[in-house]
């Protein structure tokens, strides 16, 4: 049975005024911004839709396309949804570049431990063999007369004995 042009013509109003109500953000409690919000928001079937207003569905999904490939998200929870997949992607970066600095770390702190253990072992090999008298201290060394220090600052090679066989020139005479 045919609708008449009358309804027919205030369905296509009610279904363009519910798609620009929907393509505005105007989503109804427990609705999306999709074909069957479209439906129950103009007062008519699903099925009607498909069957009698095939045109203003694909308009609507056009529109719809339209509005997410420039940026803009006519359903709120879309774009939340957008969103938190940009922030949960962010994170799992974030995390990755995290576990490889904590690797890292672990294996530094694995390394110092084991060189500080060898150096542990060092002066403990060298402190008994100080024990069995093989080693032989340092003489402790000298202590400088007053005013040496000042000297040294000046001269570096103040104070400093020449080589055996060498001789030396006084810095006074060319």
Do not use: W
């Not at 672990?106 to 093989?134: M, P």
């Amino acid at each position: 049975m045919p609708i008449p042009d009358d309804k027919r013509q205030q369905a296509e109003r009610r279904i363009q005024a519910a798609a620009a109500a929907l393509l505005a953000g105007d989503i109804p409690p427990g609705g999306r911004c999709n074909i069957s919000t479209l439906a129950r928001q103009a007062g008519i079937s699903r099925a009607t839709l498909y069957r009698s207003y095939p045109h203003l569905k694909e308009q609507f999904e056009h529109d719809m396309a339209a509005a997410v490939a420039s940026g803009g998200h006519p359903d709120p929870r879309d774009a939340q949804i957008a969103r938190l997949k940009a922030g949960n992607a962010a994170l799992t970066t974030r995390c990755a570049q995290q576990d490889q600095a904590i690797t890292a770390l672990q294996d530094l702190r694995t390394l110092t431990l084991s060189r500080l253990a060898a150096q542990h072992d060092e002066i403990q090999r060298l402190r008994a063999a100080a024990r069995t008298g093989n080693v032989r201290a340092l003489p402790p060394a000298p202590r400088d007369s007053p005013g040496t220090a000042d000297r040294r600052r000046k001269d570096p090679d103040a104070g400093h004995c020449p080589a055996p066989g060498t001789t030396t020139m006084n810095r006074g005479t060319p």
